[in-house]
């Protein structure tokens, strides 16, 4: 079966400076979703050039996203090969070369225009970059961006055309080979448009082969790009210079009125509102490329042939030292600048901080005032084991809600940085991890220090700390079991999900049934249920081998905190397995999530 693509991309010299023609030929691509097999790309055929913008024209549906993500390597559910100058190249290199920004381009919210360039500069260059050079590329991205007027304002404050600006400035911070942009223009009026066009005519003008899919461009907008490429159904109805697509079209029968929009008159055309016969206008407009193609190689021999072997060398070198700009770097490396952005956003965001820790002050009083010096009393212990249990259902569901409406945000970042290449998987993670770590000694600290004092637990040092190190592992679980949800499943469908997967977990954790009641058949589960081992912890920090408890009445039956264990049919295991299972519960969550991402970015990729 011969292959469905080739991408090949030649190099045309000239002073020394090395140019790249990006060509697709007989590319095509088959859904391959559970439905059936839907064919996205028919044999396409075409050519971008360097020095030049080229749009991409086409309906709804007609495949000008497909192609651009398969020339940027983000869909790997195709057949065939990627060579430059006739030789197959390595996936990795070639996806250096080439920046894809998609229509919705996310952007942390918490960090100014001046802090996202820095941190992309310092992920995306050399190591050995000093400072002063990274702030050199950064100044003269910002001044190429007309963004200068803004450098301290936050992601989230920055009109669309700002966004817009700032989404291809963090990916011109490398100077890529090959600049693909899926409709940089949409949302923006007609000069912030404009504008944009210009800045890309700067780029292009700077050996970078720049392609856009634009919807609908106005005149105006259409007389500032060099070429055409349009796409209809999966199919190139043209490609090649603006100045010829009216001549290859007249030749089909398809006449422009004057001074009519190019791109209205094209979309017209190709959508069947004018008549006429595509299918023949399908093979002029190949025959027209095919002659475009032949000129171009014949210019390109000439050019060549014009290049002795010390312009070559000198070419090389170029290349070479492009290439070392965007050495990886080791994953310390990228953990080290990761740390310091999660560092600024995490001081920005004070407020979601601020709530949270208020919160559970608050409820650390609540529950202080209401169950007041109830622990030493044995005629409370059916009210203060209720309030042990509570201490684990606040500090899992005040950890899993918000981490589960405020992951995703940061996952869809992640997930477009990673695909171009800024950091990986492993960095990235490790950070997150290692940064959320305070937040939740922080909540859980002055939590546990107002609610376990004021209700009268044992005022000893070893079963305070034995009670602090249980919330904490709820804490910490009850936020990833939130990530895990909000990563597979977004927010809207993981708010629900919490609270419905908990109740189960719950109905084993041991308080609302004994587990030497349950039945034999039912009892197996409770062993999946993390609340049962964070409960029976709670209660064996509070009450194994205690003196017993105070008494008003002449007989009370749950003096002894033995009998109260026993009662509960507890201890089942000892306290260091109870904490080595809920660590195992962490970690266990944290491969699936780590799990979860991997599959995303499969995923992505199709």
Known sequence: MPPLYKIHRSKERFNGSTRHLVMCSHLGVTSLKLEPEKKILHNLTGHFEPGKVTVILGPSGAGKTT?????????????????????????????????????????????????????????????????????????????????????????????????????????????????????????????????????????????????????QPSSQMISLFDNIMVLNQGRCMYCGPKSEILNTYSIAGFTCPSFYNIAEFVLEVITEQRGGDLENLYKICRDEYEKIRLHNKHNENELDSLIDSKQKC???????????????????????????????????????TQLRLATHIIVGLLLGTI????????????????????????????????????????????LQEHLNNWYSLKAYYSVKVLTDFPIQILCVSPFLFISYYMTGQPMEYDRFLQTWSVCLLITIIGQTFGILTGTAFGTELGIFLIPASSISLLLFSGFFLKLNEMSIYLQPLSFVSFFRYAFEGIMQAVYLDRPNLVCSEIYCYLRSPNKILSMMGMPVMPFYILLIVLCCWVLFLHVIIYTVFYWKIYHAKR
Not at 169 to 185: A, F, H, Y
Not at 318 to 326: A, C, E, G, P
Not at 400 to 413: H, W
Request: aromatic fraction near 8%; charge should be positive; include cysteine.
């Open 67 to 215: 192609l651009l993500k398969i020339i940027a390597k983000r869909l790997i559910n195709v057949k065939g090969t990627i060579t430059i100058n006739g030789v197959e190249q390595n996936k990795r290199m070639f996806c250096k070369k080439v920046c894809y920004v998609p229509q919705q381009f996310d952007l942390l919210p918490f960090l100014t225009i001046r802090e996202t360039l820095y941190i992309a500069a310092r992920l995306k260059l050399n190591v050995d970059q000093n400072e002063h050079a990274i702030h050199l590329v950064v100044n003269d991205i910002v001044k190429s961006l007309n963004l200068s007027y803004c450098l301290n304002t936050l992601a989230n404050k920055l009109s669309g055309g700002e966004r817009k600006r700032l989404s291809i400035g963090v990916e011109m911070i490398t100077k890529p080979s090959v600049l693909l942009l899926d409709e940089p223009t949409s949302g923006l009026d007609s000069v912030a448009s404009n504008q944009l066009i210009n800045m890309l005519h700067n780029m292009a003008s700077a050996n970078c082969t720049v392609v856009c899919v634009i919807h």
């Open 314 to 352: 000198k070419t090389h070198d170029i290349n070479t030292s492009i290439n070392r700009i965007v050495l990886k770097k080791s994953t310390w490396q990228q953990q080290r600048i990761l740390f310091l952005r999660a560092l600024i956003c995490m001081r920005r965001d004070i407020l979601l």
């Open 371 to 414: 169950f007041y010096n109830f622990g030493g009393n044995a005629e409370n212990v059916g009210s203060n084991i209720a309030c042990l249990f509570f201490f684990l259902l606040f500090l899992f569901f005040a950890s899993a809600m918000p981490a589960v409406q405020m992951f995703p945000t940061e996952a869809a970042v992640f």
